[in-house]
DNA sequence: TATGAATGAGTATTCATTCAT
DNA sequence: AATGAATGAATACTCATTCAT
């Protein structure tokens, strides 16, 4: 009975989180206003200030919450032989956890200039390095080493940019992994 | 003799423009103030708004003057028979357009949030999606397709995101040509 | 007691419609600024914006507070019958409001160019075509009609226009008043 | 031959006036800047500049350009005696000469809060003070001198706030004026 | 667990005016 | 007779943040 009312009750510093993310991807960090969030949850601004103490902060505990399952693929990743296999297993989980927080790893990328400036700046560098460090051979070649970050620049693109290929979603996310794989692959041919 | 009094008669114009483009690739468009690029340039607010009409103005006239070398490989590739080499040399050359306008092509990349919304937003997009119609073949291969663009998005992560590989700017910039220009190669090995 | 500060909780929205208006009739739309209004109550700007969503809105709001009586009467009147009486029944009423809210309308009376460009220009146009059709009957003679219209003027003008005639104000406006009843009897003598 | 660069020559300041009266009575003075008005006339502000000190003084010199004739028609009043006749002809003359310089007039009515604070305020005033004296029957009952004031109040009202009235600007030109001598002949009926 | 009221610092933009050329 | 380049002061408005209740 009611519902929306009652369900409300002590979920709040979720919904502050989801509508803020939706928003921040939407429009990017800056131009979104604490005003809008609010606005959006019918609530006060000052309620925002209950659950979070800043608007960086609404968005580092977004990402934080988020992002955990790119720190557990960095350390299984970090626990396995530096194969070819992990390396291509690596690359098809992180397809995996980009599809899963869509919305965040948009904004992330959508806003380049803004998180270098914040928290999660650090934070996400630190975990991207982690995945590079498992996919790059630091003796190999220069070129294979470009393939296999290009192999994640390849998945982050096929997720944000790819829009207007056509083809459905899932097909797309299909294709842009096998290019991913297949990079790391000829990373490997020899060397 | 002097110098900077006297030499900047006249070249003010393009001086704002210089500024700009570096405080906007620096730290983002909307972090970027008037009040701040006038003091770096010794001039008034009111000054700005004597060689430009908005804030945006003067980033659309940077975006203009810079990238019409793209406008131009757009053309050019459009003129040629869509085969590979072509493909192969539009990609070529668009390592060079970034590289010659890096600054505009790093803000391009790092402020998409932002970028979207303005008026550049939609000009940048007709050039990409220009280069990407050259390309990609539409009767190729989903995977295939991907390939092309992953070559172009390899190009824009090679001259942003790729400080840490180590290795020479120049070395580095030969390395993801090659990987892109493979990746083009690999698109058209049969079909 | 103290009084001020304790006394001012709670009723600053009110505060600021009476500062505004006064600084508006005194000056003009224009050439009162919000930092004057938010000095002369040692508030800030934004307290304003707190509580008005732009400087329009504050003079839209004393509007609607202030010029309901006119549309009472102009309900008012429509519900009677078109008759001299009514009429001169109207123009009495009508000479209450005006000097009911006399800051108001003598803002309004000022500052016409300014008026017609803001929301309430619409507005106050609408309630005084209002009073018109109640006044002017549209088969007389166009001399009887200009002679309503005129009554409704000689009101006007009495409230803002007569300060140097000398006499003391309640014997001007009575004064006013009897002219303009007497125009409207004038207009209704035969046709 | 070319014509409108040629005729231009050495008109300059005219147009100006005709350019300003015309933004200055359609959109109030302060809404007009100077901008404005030279971008209509092709011409740079600092042109204004060489023609007129400052923005009021623009204004001021439309002012005694077209208001002379009200000098004029004050000083024949005031040379003939002060009677009925001479008091109606003086209102069919005023009715003239703001028909004739209709823009200004229109100006001056509908800024009247602006035009208080400017030099033409208070030359406006004397003029109409001037006027009113030769109208107003300082002995007289107030309620007659009411009637005199009123009449020209008529006069202004029916060039600027008439226009739904119907019927063509001539004909409504003449109901005004036989109401506005009308009333100057009540005010003399007895007394 | 929130709200109402407010602030301080900032933003882009506009304006009338000046002056060397 | 006019322009190009610039200024100083102002304006309306927005934002993240605070705090007493």
């Known amino acids: 009975m009611d519902g929306t009312r009652q369900r409300r009750r002590g979920d709040t510093r979720q919904r502050i989180q989801d509508v ?4 921040f991807a939407e429009q990017g960090y800056e131009k979104t206003s604490l005003r809008e969030i609010a606005e959006r949850l019918e609530v006060t601004k000052a309620a925002l200030y209950y659950h979070f103490k800043t608007k960086e902060e609404i968005l580092v505990s977004i990402f934080e919450d988020l992002s955990r399952p790119i ?8 626990a396995q ?3 070819l296999e992990t390396r291509q297993e690596v690359v ?3 397809s995996d956890v980009l599809a899963g927080a869509a919305p965040l790893f948009r ?3 959508d806003n380049q200039a803004t998180v270098r400036e914040l928290r999660i700046g650090e934070m996400f560098k630190n975990r991207a390095l982690g995945l590079r460090d498992i996919l790059v051979d630091p003796e190999a070649d220069l070129v294979d080493q470009v393939r296999c970050v290009s192999a994640l620049f390849t998945l982050h693109a096929g997720m944000f940019a790819l829009h207007d290929l056509g083809a459905d979603p899932e097909a797309r996310r299909k294709a ?10 000829q990373a490997h041919r020899d060397g």
Chains 1, 2, 3, 4 share one sequence.
Request: without cysteine; negative net charge.
């Open 176 to 185: 842009v992994l096998e290019v991913a794989v297949d990079l790391i692959a």
């Open 71 to 78: 720190e557990d693929l960095v350390a299984w990743g970090r």
């Open 20 to 23: 803020a993310l939706e928003l």
């Open 92 to 94: 098809r989980r992180y």
């Open 107 to 109: 904004f992330m990328h």
């Open 81 to 83: 032989p530096p194969t």
